[in-house]
């Protein structure tokens, strides 16, 4: 079956180093994004990407970069990382090409904790 | 982004119906009405998008109002496995940031035994 899958499922870093987390999809799709979720922010969108060498800045992107090789990975990579970056991590991936009458599918989620 | 209303929190016994109500007025024509919902400990998951009609899959309802501007999940016998937190997210079908997801803090639905 295809699916979607994030690693490590958790991670412990520490502040100032380079970390990246993984987002693999097996769907084919061209869409993906990263979000992030906090306490009281619920889920915050990252980066995302339509297709590949396509990125785009999501609302919180400070901090964050992808790169879009091919069509089955979005790694996110934290270039430094901070304490305040320390959440978990969902990547999510949907089909179609300027279409939104699809429904999207999420990882597991990363828990990052960055000490 | 069309922003969205939902209630913070709803209780529900099982097997009994729960209609989850979420207000878009800003909502324009080329947005898409999608639910999703969070399991605890878990990502968030699809459960069902309409644009104009009512629709109906496995796992729920979706009746969306005439005017567009809100809508209503219906989960027609509430379980256990239903609790989770749910998402009404309006999916925006044109211009240059397509088909971004947006969250607000979601319906928190508890099912009580």
């Known amino acids: 079956d295809a699916e979607i899958t994030q690693s490590p499922r958790h991670k412990i870093t520490e502040t100032g180093r380079q970390v990246t987390l993984a987002c693999h999809q097996t769907?084919?799709?061209?869409?993906m994004f990263w979000y992030r979720q906090d306490l009281g922010h619920g889920l915050r969108l990252i980066h995302y990407s339509y297709g590949v060498q396509d990125t785009n800045k999501g609302e919180v992107s400070d901090g964050y970069s992808v790169s879009r090789s091919n069509t089955e990975d979005l790694p996110l990579t934290l270039e430094s990382a901070a304490s305040s970056q320390t959440s978990v991590y969902f990547c999510?991936?949907?089909?179609?090409?300027?279409?939104?009458?699809?429904?999207?599918?999420f990882g597991q989620g990363t828990r990052l904790t960055v000490v | 982004d069309a922003k969205t209303t939902q209630p913070n929190s709803m209780e529900s016994n099982e097997e009994e119906p729960v209609h989850l109500p979420c207000n878009h007025s800003t909502i324009s024509g080329t947005d898409y009405i999608h639910w999703y919902r969070q399991l605890p400990s878990q990502g968030p998951e699809y459960v069902i998008h309409g644009l104009t009609s009512n629709v109906n899959n496995r796992m729920a309802s979706l009746a969306i109002a005439e005017d567009r501007k809100s809508s209503t999940l219906i989960l027609h016998r509430a379980t256990l496995r239903d609790a989770a937190v749910y998402y009404c997210?309006?999916?925006?079908?044109?211009?240059?940031?397509?088909?971004?997801?947006?969250f607000g803090q979601g319906t928190i639905l508890t099912v009580h035994p």
């Open positions: 999510a991936s949907s089909s179609g090409r300027r279409t939104v009458n699809t429904e999207a599918f």
């Open positions: 769907w084919n799709h061209n869409n």
């Open positions: 997210i309006l999916r925006r079908g044109g211009g240059t940031s397509y088909g971004k997801l947006t």
